[in-house]
């Protein structure tokens, strides 16, 4: 029996009724939290017979392990381009390399994207990956095989576009594969990799890309598909005006009419980025409790607007928090994610339409109610498993700041003493313990310079 003790930190639980501990601890046996509380560890966690690891929290704060709820992880080999393009002319730029993509670079990009994300809190992340050139390979395989290396759980997803321009969408014709071609490869990928145990590493969901590069057939066949699977559905609705235009002149309809009439509003849905979304739409989103990913700075960089997060969260509608493709967020950190959703939020909200608890709140436990994994994922409780991550508050940077919370919402992300992922540690004192950062590092720059190369 192995158990890890923190004590001394600031602990945010997250919890449903926000508890904080001041110099609290948090106790992990095995995977699983088996104590949370004010003061020093009681006396029988440190029974004889049992092996202890302690760690002194003095001067941190511990919170859940953050969640990313949506990113597109093959993007970290194309960063920094298209720069000052809105999201339409931004994708026709990229489609050509994008399309060149094969299972070793992915794995490569993945690799990269993910410890930066583990570095920045992150514990869980979902991948949207859509493009799936003729003869590369098996991506989602190298995307699976570079979580595991990192160490932080996974939510996969088999994405696909099959409406290409000559048929109407934005995609040219040489990055999108046939209906049926996506939905068998949906299938297999799911019978592959899908684990949805309680404690899963990995889980697969099926995520058509978006309303202008999927046909409708796709979108009604994906979402009964992945329902017969019992996997959760996820793509992109209500991101740009030009989306929602689209939409209209196509449909007649809103994005959220458009894929509620194709079955995909739900609690088994998740939706990126919800930022062009009427009452009516709000509305049914809490109703349907379909959940969204907020993208607050891909949204910025592509100036595609502020979505209403507050007015879904009071709709009772899940949001989660994500950073997005590293093609439009270069930074690909989630903890800094925080602040910018904080900051974002009141230019539309106001002052105290959106608080630093608001934002680790959909960081941590709303992200894992968006992925189905809630039960077990997202706060400090009993019982659920130990993703945790301990921030080093002892710098110069949060000396005098009165409200530990607010280092994350308002100050800057703090150096991460700790992360743990079902009670492993996969960060200590700032460094992955997994993988080799270096070797990481020239293997997503050479495998950037290798797909820049093919175009
Ligand atoms: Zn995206």
Same mark, same amino acid.
């Given at each position: 029996?192995?158990? &890890? ?38 006396? =029988? ?30 993007? =970290?080999?194309? /960063? ?10 931004? &994708? ?5 390399? =994008? ?19 583990? !570095? ?90 978006? +309303? ?51 079955? =995909? ?42 979505? +209403? ?10 949001? #989660? &928090? ?11 950190? &989630? ?12 230019? /539309? ?9 608001? #934002? ?23 019982? !659920? ?9 002892? #710098? ?18 703090? +150096? ?8 492993? /540690? ?30």
């Amino acid at each position: 029996m192995r158990r &890890l003790v923190i004590e001394g930190a600031h602990v945010a639980t997250v919890d449903a009724v926000d508890r904080e501990f001041v110099g609290g601890h948090v106790v992990v046996d095995g995977s699983r939290i088996i104590a949370v509380g004010d003061g020093p560890a009681p006396p =029988w966690v440190f029974a004889d017979g049992v092996e202890v690891e302690s760690v002194d929290g003095s001067g941190h704060l511990l919170t859940p392990g953050l969640v990313n709820t949506h990113h597109h992880l093959y993007q =970290w080999l194309t /960063r920094g381009i298209a720069q000052d393009s809105i999201l339409f002319d931004w &994708l026709v730029a990229l489609y050509p390399t =994008w399309a060149r993509i094969d299972e070793d670079l992915v794995e490569a990009g993945a690799e990269a994207a993910l410890a930066v994300l583990a !570095k920045s809190g992150c514990t869980l992340a979902a991948d949207h990956h859509y493009v799936f050139p003729r003869g590369s390979g098996d991506i989602v395989g190298g995307i699976v095989r570079a979580a595991a290396r990192v160490g932080i759980r996974l939510h996969g997803t088999r994405g696909s576009m099959d409406l290409g321009r000559s048929a109407g969408g934005l995609p040219p014709d040489f990055a999108v594969e046939t209906t049926a071609v996506a939905l068998d490869a949906s299938a297999l990928a799911v019978e592959r990799y899908h684990d949805a145990s309680a404690d899963s590493m990995v889980q697969i969901a099926l995520a058509p890309c978006s +309303p202008f590069s999927v046909t409708s057939e796709l979108l009604t066949e994906a979402a009964t598909l992945g329902r017969s699977l019992g996997v959760r559905l996820h793509t992109h609705g209500s991101e740009t005006v030009e989306e929602d235009a689209f939409c209209q002149e196509r449909f007649g309809k809103t994005p959220t009419q458009y894929l509620e009439d194709l079955g =995909w509003l739900g609690d088994d849905v998740w939706m990126a980025h919800s930022v062009h979304l009427d009452d009516h739409a709000i509305a049914r989103f809490g109703a349907t409790a379909t959940g969204s990913a907020h993208c607050p700075s891909s949204n910025a960089r592509l100036a595609a607007g502020i979505a +209403p997060i507050p007015q879904l969260l009071r709709a009772g509608a899940p949001v #989660g &928090l994500g950073v997005d493709g590293s093609a439009s967020n270069e930074s690909g950190q &989630l903890g800094t994610e925080i602040r910018q959703a904080v900051l974002m939020n009141r230019l /539309r909200a106001g002052a105290d339409g959106f608080s630093v608890r608001d #934002g680790l709140r959909i960081a941590t436990v709303g992200g894992a109610r968006v992925l189905g994994r809630d039960a077990d994922l997202g706060s400090i409780e009993v019982g !659920k498993l130990a993703d945790l991550a301990l921030w080093d508050l002892r #710098g110069v940077e949060f000396a005098g700041l009165v409200d530990p919370v607010a280092s994350l919402g308002l100050a800057s992300m703090p +150096p991460l003493a700790g992360l743990f992922v079902g009670g492993r /540690r996969v960060v200590d004192d700032g460094r992955l313990t997994t993988i080799n950062e270096v070797g990481v590092a020239r293997a997503a720059a050479r495998a950037s310079a290798d797909l820049l190369g093919r175009v």
